[in-house]
């Protein structure tokens, strides 16, 4: 077994986002790691579900799954992978993509946001991405109804550049309603996932996406925002990462912008209300 035969074997059996197997393989490669894992160097009672899970998987059968769902698996070392989620606390033993890989390490905003936003937010979202677009920006965002929606469009009708990062394996088209978004999102953007094909997305894979969204940007910017919000973890990714982090306010009394407000409030974002203003935060124009 090579380097990248045990990575692929890994990315199959290990959740995405897992610190400590991150940090493992991260410190001591892959092969190292299936080999203390088979050979009794971890926990085999607390392991014994991913143990199992390494023997009956092989490199061919995680490749043949990724070739039949017409993607690409990348692993640190590719040409085509993005570096900028090696700054990861927990970075991705491997990524799924398809579409335009180049697409991946292009200097991007992350747009975020709630999936039933207002009127506002939603042509906020779209302006937005349409103003960074055209400075040769590509967009980032989540593939999910609501602002992740509008920011994708938005980007697409400027004729510019997005990427969707979703938390289901890359053959699902979640949601479903998104279908055609998914299939113009490719013709010159990509599609991203930690998943492997065929898995569906559960709610904890949306927050450890989210962490991807921040990673793959050189900064984020949250348009509305409920108190509680996934949209919010995604802002604190970003901050963690020493990223540029951005809010729209809006009305004070909108449940929507609960979170925004909070960010803003908390000195976690900066107060944007133009695109003018986010360009000139983060130096697009530089």
Not at 29 to 39: H, I, K, Q, W
Not at 45 to 50: D, F, G, H, V
Not at 52 to 80: F, R
Request: net charge negative; proline share 5%; hydrophobic share 50%.
């Amino acid at each position: 077994m090579k380097e990248r035969e045990a990575r692929a074997i890994l990315f199959s059996a290990i959740e995405g986002g897992h610190p400590f197997w991150s940090q493992e393989i991260f410190s001591q490669g892959a092969l190292r790691t299936v080999e203390r894992l088979l050979a009794g160097g971890y926990d085999v009672i607390k392991y014994s579900a991913l143990i199992a899970s390494i023997k009956a998987t092989t490199a061919d059968q995680v490749c043949m799954a990724v070739e039949n769902a017409n993607s690409e698996l990348l692993m640190p070392g590719d040409a085509m992978w993005p570096a900028l989620v090696d700054d990861l606390i927990a970075p991705p033993i491997a990524l799924i993509a398809k579409g335009n890989l180049a697409a991946l390490s292009m200097q991007s905003l992350a747009i975020v946001g709630t999936r039933n936003p207002t009127n506002y937010g939603a042509r906020i979202a779209g302006d937005f991405a349409a103003g960074f677009v055209d400075r040769e920006w590509a967009i980032v965002s989540g593939g999910a109804y609501g602002i992740d929606t509008f920011a994708h469009k938005g980007a697409l009708i400027a004729e510019g550049i997005t990427v969707a990062v979703i938390a289901s394996g890359i053959d699902i088209n979640y949601p479903a309603g998104n279908s055609r978004l998914f299939a113009e999102i490719c013709e010159t953007g990509a599609i991203v996932s930690e998943v492997m094909p065929g898995h569906p997305a559960l709610p904890a894979r949306f927050l450890t996406r989210n962490r991807l969204i921040a990673a793959l940007s050189q900064a984020t910017l949250v348009v509305e925002a409920a108190f509680r919000s996934g949209s919010l973890r995604t802002a604190r990714d970003a901050a963690e990462l020493l990223r540029p982090v951005m809010a729209i306010p809006g009305p004070i009394n909108s449940p929507t912008s609960e979170g925004c407000h909070r960010l803003i409030g908390e000195r976690a974002a900066e107060i944007v209300t133009s695109v003018a203003d986010a360009v000139e935060f983060v130096g697009a124009n530089r």
